[in-house]
C-alpha cells in the first residue's frame, strides 16, 4: 500500500487525514504462511516536517494461517497501532531508519512488521486443541480415533 505525501511536503506542519485500503501479498514468519484474507485498512493521519513524516494510524487486519497443533485454518483480527516514522532516502544516514523516496510512501514493509509484532506466540485454533495423533494423524478435537494409548511405564 502506497501513502501519496505530496500535499504534506508542499505544507509542512500540516496535518493530513489518512484512509487507505488496499490488498497484500501473503507473507512467510517463522515457517509459517500469513495470508490477509480481507483488504488492509489504515486510518488515521499524518504530517511531514522537514523531510521527515509521521503517520499514526490503525490498522485493521484479518491475517489466516494454520493451528501450530492441529493445522486447522484460524483467522485473527488484529487492530494494532501504527505509529511510524519516515525520512526522505538521501537523508538518511541510519539504517535502522525507515524510508521514503520521492513523493510517496511504501507501507508495505512497515505494515507486515507490525502484524508480525502483533502475532500471538504460538497461533492455536483454541486454547486446549488437542491437536493431532502422532501415530495416525486424525485430529483428536473431532473424537477419539483408533490408536491405543501407549503402555504406561510400571
Ligand atoms: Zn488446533
Ligand atoms: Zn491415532
Known amino acids: 500500500m502506497v501513502l501519496d505525501i505530496q500535499r504534506a511536503l508542499k505544507n509542512p506542519g500540516e496535518k493530513f487525514g489518512l484512509f487507505i485500503n488496499g490488498r497484500m501479498e501473503s507473507f512467510e ?27 499514526k ?28 516514522e ?15 523516496a520521492g513523493e510517496s510512501i511504501d507501507l508495505d514493509s512497515a505494515i507486515i512488521e507490525n502484524v508480525i509484532l502483533s502475532l500471538p506466540i504460538r497461533v492455536l485454533c483454541k486454547q486446549d486443541c488437542k491437536g493431532l495423533c502422532a501415530k495416525c494423524g486424525s485430529n483428536l478435537n473431532e473424537g477419539k480415533c483408533g490408536c491405543r494409548k501407549p503402555h504406561m511405564a510400571v
Open 57 to 84: 494510524a490503525m490498522l485493521r487486519a484479518e491475517v489466516g494461517t494454520l493451528c501450530a497443533r492441529c493445522l486447522s485454518k484460524v483467522e485473527m483480527q488484529m487492530d494494532i497501532l501504527f505509529s511510524e
Open 86 to 100: 519516515f525520512v526522505r532516502e538521501a537523508d538518511s544516514e541510519n539504517p535502522e531508519r525507515r524510508v521514503y
Open 29 to 55: 514468519f517463522a515457517g509459517d504462511t500469513y495470508e490477509f484474507i480481507v483488504p488492509l485498512e489504515l486510518k488515521g493521519g499524518y504530517s511531514c516536517i522537514a523531510d521527515t513524516c509521521i503517520i
